[in-house]
């Protein structure tokens, strides 16, 4: 067991009392309410369960639908993931791969710029926006 798992256990010594001791009351943990509140069940059919499990089940077969539809592409993804993880320990592999993520970074890298030229102003100007509102409204200014 290394140094950093050792439980550090401390012996105490028993204490033995000779005279009788008073126990206090224990503190009041629990508190009774003055009206009755609606049970769980209840407060959410009044919120509008009922329309949500209509809605539901209306929705489900779309929902299955998408999952049969979707299971192909997720059983393929994984099968890639696993083939490019075995495929990375070969050395060659990964020395093409790394030559390809460079030309790959080479080619993007234009796009790249242009999006932040285009982007940054407007990203500048929300930003302003929101720490203006956050002063104007006086939250969170430090």
Do not use: C, S
Not at 85 to 109: C, D, F, S, Y
Not at 111 to 127: E, N, Q, R, S, T
Request: hydrophobic share 65%; no cysteine; net charge positive.
């Amino acid at each position: 067991m290394t140094a950093l798992r050792k439980i550090l256990i401390e012996e105490e010594p028993v204490v033995t009392a000779t005279v009788a001791v008073a126990r206090a009351p224990a503190a009041k943990l629990y508190v009774v309410p003055t009206a009755k509140a609606p049970a769980p069940a209840q407060a959410a059919a009044a919120e509008g369960g009922t329309l949500k499990n209509i809605l539901l089940f209306f929705a489900a077969p779309f929902l299955g639908l998408a999952y049969i539809i979707a299971v192909p592409f997720v059983g393929l993804g994984f099968l890639a993931v696993v083939a490019i993880r075995a495929a990375t320990k070969i050395e060659a592999v990964r020395t093409v791969g790394l030559a390809m993520k460079n030309v790959v970074m080479l080619i993007g890298a234009p796009f790249v710029g242009v999006a932040y030229i285009v982007f940054f102003p407007f990203i500048g100007l929300a930003m302003l926006a929101w720490m203006g509102g956050r002063a104007a409204v006086g939250t969170g200014v430090r």
